[in-house]
Nanobody, 121 residues
Framework: QVQLVESGGGSAQPGGSLRLSCAAS????????MGWYRQAPGKSRELVAA???????NYADSVKGRFIIDRDGAKDTVSLQMNSLKPEDTDVYYC???????????????WGQGTQVTVSS
């Protein structure tokens, strides 16, 4: 059983910073791409940032220059440093990862439970 456990999040004022972390655990053969998505009520989930196993990154235009994604391959963790936060960054943030397991040799997407980020003054 694979689990993605998120931590961090909470509330911040506009211009402030927050850091999200996510740890993958369980019977994993290989952790491939990892990333963060966010979703507002009534809207579809959208990519915030992603990082490949070899460190290549991809960011949504709305967060470029403000958010930084990083991963620790040895610990199978991914973090999202969120700086210069704006009220429109308020959402539920979800960690995801493409992980190979015995059951899914070619890999499958796994999701965290979500963590709330609220930006307001």
């Amino acid at each position: 059983q694979v689990q993605l456990v998120e931590s961090g999040g909470g509330s911040a004022q506009p211009g402030g910073s927050l850091r999200l972390s996510c740890a993958a655990s369980g019977s994993m053969l290989r952790v491939n791409d990892m990333g963060w998505y966010r979703q507002a009520p009534g809207k579809s989930r959208e990519l915030v940032a992603a990082i490949s196993r070899d460190g290549r990154t991809n960011y949504a235009d709305s967060v470029k220059g403000r958010f930084i994604i990083d991963r620790d391959g040895a610990k199978d963790t991914v973090s999202l440093q969120m700086n210069s936060l704006k009220p429109e960054d308020t959402d539920v943030y979800y960690c995801n990862a493409f992980i190979s397991t015995i059951q899914f040799i070619d890999g499958s997407w796994f999701w965290g439970q979500g963590t709330q980020v609220t930006v307001s003054s």
